[in-house]
């Protein structure tokens, strides 16, 4: 079975991701916000995955901070 991220995780690592590319220009910083960066719109989040492989490591400093 395949672990699936929260749309919750998808923006918390886009907001402390170095490698977060954003498609277009107006996300903001505020989780939740409607408009909050997230891996969905992240230009390096393809098919559901990270193509730098940098969502795992973002993720894994999270929980431990």
Do not use: H, R
């Amino acid at each position: 079975m395949k672990n699936i991220a929260s749309s919750e995780q998808l923006m918390m690592v886009a907001v402390n991701c170095p490698g977060y590319v954003a498609t277009s220009n107006n996300f903001t910083n505020t989780v939740g916000a409607n408009n909050c960066k997230s891996c969905t719109n992240c230009s390096n989040w393809q098919n559901n995955k990270c193509t730098v492989n940098l969502f795992d490591s973002v993720l894994t400093d999270l929980d431990q901070g």
